[in-house]
C-alpha cells in the first residue's frame, strides 16, 4: 500500500483539500500530518482557542475524507491535552494522548497511560505526537503488541531524530514509519518502509548489500509538500533475522528485572 506524510501547515481547506486528495488518487491509504498542522508554527498560546480550532479540523479533515477509505494522523488538543489522532471519513477512530512531558507543549499535563492501536483492512496502526516516537520503549511496546505501521506526528527540533532516531526506531522493531514534520534544514518528511527482504538464508528479490533491518526510505523535498512512497504492512510481521531470532520476541527480558523491580 501507498502512504504519504506530508508537511503542509495551513489554516485554508483548499490547502488541504488539493494536497491531501493529490495524494488519495495516487492510491495513498495513510495520510500523515505534522504535530499540530492547523497551526502553522505548531505553537499553543491558548488552549482553549486550539480546542476549537482542534475540533474545526477534524470536521475538515473529515469533509476532505468524504467517500474514501483513507486515513489521516495528526495531532490536536482536547481537553486540555496534546492527542495523537487517526481521522478517518467518520471523525476520529483513534486516541493517543502524548505519553512523554516536552518542553515545547509544557501546556499539556495528562500524559497518556499507554500505547493504542488502530486494526484496518491493511494492517495493524498507531500514531505517536511529539517526541514520543523517539524513546525506544515506545516502539517496542507497539512493535510487542503486533503493530505494523506507526504514524509519526512530530516538529523536528534536532537534526538526529530525522537522520537517525526515528528510522532507527523503525529498524530496530520492524515497523513502517510514516514520519511528518514541518520542513526546516534539521529535516523534512519521510517514509521509512519495512523491506520483504529481511531472513537472512532466505530468498531474496534483490542482490543482498550489507543491510539487514535497514528500512527503505524516501525523503520529502524540501519544498515539496509531501512524500509518497510504497509501504509493506505485512513485512513486518516477519521478525526474524535468521534461525531462532527473533529481532523483538528474542531479547533477553529477564535482564530487565532490575529495571522494573520495586526498590
Known amino acids: 500500500m501507498k502512504a ?24 495513498a491509504k495513510l495520510l500523515v500530518l505534522p504535530e499540530l498542522a492547523f497551526l502553522p508554527a505548531g505553537v499553543v498560546t491558548d488552549v482553549a482557542a486550539a480546542e476549537r480550532q482542534s475540533a474545526e479540523f477534524v470536521a475538515m ?64 496502526l498507531a500514531v505517536l505526537p511529539a517526541a514520543d516516537a523517539l524513546y525506544p520503549e515506545t516502539c517496542r511496546l507497539l512493535a510487542i503488541e503486533g503493530v505494523n505501521v506507526l504514524a509519526v506526528c512530530t516538529h523536528v527540533q534536532e537534526a538526529w531524530e530525522m537522520h537517525y532516531g526515528l528510522p532507527e526506531r523503525a529498524a530496530e522493531n520492524r515497523i513502517n514509519a510514516v514520519i511528518a514534520t514541518r520542513p526546516s534544514a534539521l529535516g523534512t518528511s519521510r517514509v521509512c518502509a519495512a523491506s520483504p527482504d529481511f531472513t537472512l538464508w532466505a530468498e531474496w528479490s534483490k542482490p543482498f548489500d550489507g543491510n539487514i533491518s535497514t528500512p527503505d526510505t524516501l525523503a520529502a523535498d524540501a519544498n515539496s509538500a509531501f512524500v509518497i512512497y510504497t509501504i509493506y504492512p505485512a513485512a513486518s510481521a516477519n521478525r526474524f533475522v535468521s534461525q531462532k531470532t527473533n529481532l523483538v520476541e528474542g531479547r533477553p527480558w529477564w535482564l530487565c528485572g532490575p529495571i522494573v523491580a520495586a526498590p
Request: glycine residues 10%; proline residues 1%.
Open 61 to 124: 479533515l473529515s469533509r476532505i475524507l468524504h467517500g474514501s477509505e483513507a486515513i489521516v494522523a495528526t495531532s490536536v488538543v482536547e481537553n486540555g491535552a496534546h492527542v495523537g489522532v487517526l481521522i478517518d471519513a467518520n471523525g476520529i477512530c483513534l486516541r493517543q494522548p502524548q505519553l512523554h512531558a516536552s518542553q515545547r507543549h509544557a501546556w499539556h499535563t495528562a500524559l497518556g497511560d499507554g500505547v493504542r492501536w488502530l486494526d484496518t483492512a491493511w494492517g495493524r
Open 4 to 27: 504519504a506524510a506530508f508537511q503542509v501547515v495551513a489554516e485554508d481547506e483548499v490547502v488541504y483539500g488539493g494536497t491531501l486528495r493529490l495524494a488519495m488518487t495516487d492510491e
